[in-house]
Every structure is written in C-alpha cells, then in structure tokens.
C-alpha cells in the first residue's frame, strides 16, 4: 500500500522541547500539504508545499514552527518549544496536481502531539 | 471568500436509520463539492463528490445531489449502520487554486 505514511503516529513532549512530524506522500505526488485538527473541530489549513518549495504557509504560526519538502525524502513539520496549545492531530495529504482542480487530496492516519 | 456550513453535530441515529447531513456553500463561480470521511483514529478519506450542477455524487450507499438553485449538498444515506459511525466533512473546491474549503465537520454515532 503506497498511501501516505505519517511518522510517528503519536507524540508526546514536554513544554519546550522540538517535535518532529515526518510525511512521504504517495508514490508520484509533488503536492503535500499540512493540516491541524484540534479536538471536537475540523481541519484548519497550515502550509502548502511543493518539492523543494513552499508555496503557502498563510495558514502556520509565525513562530515556532516551520516545514519543508526537500527533493529526497519526507515533507517535515517541525515545532520548536511545543506549548501546551500545540497538542493536536497533524494531518498530512498529498496530491498529483494542486488539490483545488480535483478536490481530490489523500491524507495519511495523522500524528497526535501531546505537549506535556 | 467562499464557504461551507455543515449541521451542527453529533448526530445520533439507531441502526437502519435515514440519515441526512446538510451541507450548504457560498461561492462565486461554479464549485466542485465533496464528502470526506474521518473513522474514528484515521485520516479523511474522499467519500464522494460531485463537479457540476445536478450531479450526484454516490459511493457506499451515501449519496448527496449538488444543487446550485439552493447551495446545498446534502448527504443522504436510506440506512445507516454502526460501521457509518464517522466524522462526516463538507467540502468545495473553485479550481482556481489549490485550497480547498472545508467545514467543521459533522459527528455520525450510530447506535445498535
């Protein structure tokens, strides 16, 4: 099954420390894209990135966090000196065009992040 | 901007039940419209969808009909069984970019 992996699938940190959020989009998608999903809501858009670019990071903190997607290997989410507000569902999805011509987006399981 | 408004959940229904999720937009062009499916631990999986007015969209006995005259795209379901028990999310895209708008997403608990 060549779905979208997301890695690890829970995380648990304590206040202040890094956490790491790894995605590898399906096999032949460019496009990936991050969400979070706080408890009891829906999904709210973070960042958009291409290989080696990111194309919209409107919807991500301007501290503390980052992402990237290099030409190998997996997209990354990356938050620096976690904060308690930081727990949540991290969902990663893929596509093979921008996802907004077909709609069509596949996400992974998700990582939960538990801040301590 | 465009939107997407769902019913307010959860909703709670018996086993063989009739099941609706309202679901209504705001667009200025012409919208593509989707269903996506979050199981409880797991990520959405695309439920169905439909690209134009009149279509409807249908998978796993759920189907929702896109109706531009009222904005709406209802998912409907003639009878619902433990296993439906989901979050249920709406959602348009405009083709003009990439995003997609979603709603807040509707819990479905079904009881046996």
């Known amino acids: 099954n060549a779905g979208v992996m997301q890695n690890p699938r829970h995380l648990v940190r304590r206040r202040g420390q890094e956490a790491r959020l790894r995605c590898s989009p399906m096999?032949?998608?460019?496009?990936v894209y991050w969400y979070r999903q706080l408890p009891e809501e829906g999904l709210k858009f973070m960042v958009y990135l291409q290989k080696e670019n990111i194309i919209d990071e409107s919807g991500m903190p301007k501290e503390r966090f980052s992402a990237e997607f290099p030409k190998e290997g997996p997209s990354i989410l990356r938050i620096q000196q976690v904060v308690r507000g930081d727990s949540a569902a991290y969902f990663c999805a893929s596509s093979s065009t921008s996802g907004g011509n077909t709609g069509e987006l596949f996400f992974g399981e998700g990582s939960r992040l538990t801040v301590l | 901007g465009d939107s997407v408004t769902q019913m307010e959940g959860p909703v709670t229904l018996s086993e063989e039940a009739f099941l609706t999720i309202n679901c209504t937009y705001t667009a200025t062009g012409y919208p593509s419209l989707f269903w996506y499916v979050q199981y409880p631990g797991e990520g959405l999986q695309l439920l169905l969808k439909a690209t134009k007015a009149d279509d409807k969209g249908s998978n796993k006995g759920f189907e929702a009909t896109y109706r531009k005259e009222t904005t709406s795209f209802h998912l409907e379901k003639g009878s619902v069984q433990v296993s439906d028990s989901a979050v249920y999310f709406c959602a348009l895209s405009d083709g003009s970019n990439y995003q997609l708008i979603w709603g807040a997403g509707t819990k479905l608990i079904i009881k046996p």
């Open positions: 096999k032949g998608h460019s496009h």
